[in-house]
């Protein structure tokens, strides 16, 4: 099937396009909102400020697509491979990302609020300032990604494999973190507070300036020169479980 054909049969009322292959075709501003394309294959695809909103592609095939300000709000990708893929400026709101691969990927000033990325793999992603605000990443693979200035408010990052990561500037009020990997993460004049890190590694983490107000560090791996260059500590629960004294 070419690209004219599926946007004819698109706009007759056809909105199943399982397994369909659009590697490489070019689909600027196009409207496939509600389509079936699960298990499709659109590597290398362009679809830059596509509507893709609602859309299921489960099981697809995206490596380095260009979605760059597509919307694929209440989406399905669950399963899904997008691994390199440019997704900078992208609406991915409520969006159901269980395991998806998004290794490598642009997610610049992207939003994520409130999508389910359980188990995703994030790794060396980019994600400068991007919005991931009520977001489930239980047990994501975050490791050597990019967050600086990012919104994690309320975020659950539970399990999460953040090793070496860069949090720079990031919003983590009231995230939850138990048992979160953070060996060497830099989370410098990071707003963590009264965030949950119960459990989590923080060994040669950098939290120069960081703010952990009212925190749960109870059973942390952290050591208390790195607590010492941190720029708020009010009413911090220690890994020993006692409360800092000031």
């Not at 490596?63 to 399963?79: P, Q, R």
């Not at 494999?161 to 500037?169: H, I």
């Amino acid at each position: 099937m070419d690209i004219r054909e599926l946007v004819e049969q698109y706009h007759a009322g056809n909105r199943d396009f399982r397994g369909v292959d659009l590697t490489g075709f070019v689909l600027y501003g196009v409207n496939l909102s509600e389509a079936n394309f699960q298990r499709a294959n659109l590597s290398k695809a362009k679809l830059i400020e596509a509507n893709l909103r609602g859309c299921n592609l489960s099981e697809s095939i995206l490596i380095e697509v260009n979605l760059t300000h597509a919307d694929l709000s209440h989406s399905n990708l669950n399963w899904a491979k997008l691994n390199g893929a440019n997704l900078v400026q992208a609406k991915l709101m409520q969006t159901n990302m269980i395991e998806v691969n998004l290794s490598r990927t642009k997610l610049y000033e992207a939003d994520l609020s409130e999508a389910i990325l359980s188990w995703a793999d994030l790794s060396w992603a980019k994600l400068y300032e991007a919005q991931l605000s009520w977001a489930n990443l239980n047990g994501a693979n975050l490791s050597r990604a990019r967050l600086i200035a990012a919104n994690l408010n309320e975020v659950d990052l539970s399990e999460a494999g953040l090793a070496s990561a860069d949090l720079s500037y990031a919003d983590l009020r009231e995230a939850k973190l138990r048992f979160a990997n953070l060996e060497e993460a830099i989370l410098r004049r990071a707003n963590l507070s009264g965030t949950d890190l119960r459990d989590v590694n923080l060994a040669e983490a950098d939290l120069t300036g960081a703010q952990l107000n009212w925190a749960n560090l109870s059973g942390a791996k952290v050591s208390q020169d790195q607590l010492d260059r941190a720029a708020g500590l009010e009413g911090v629960i220690l890994p020993d479980g006692s409360i800092y004294a000031g």
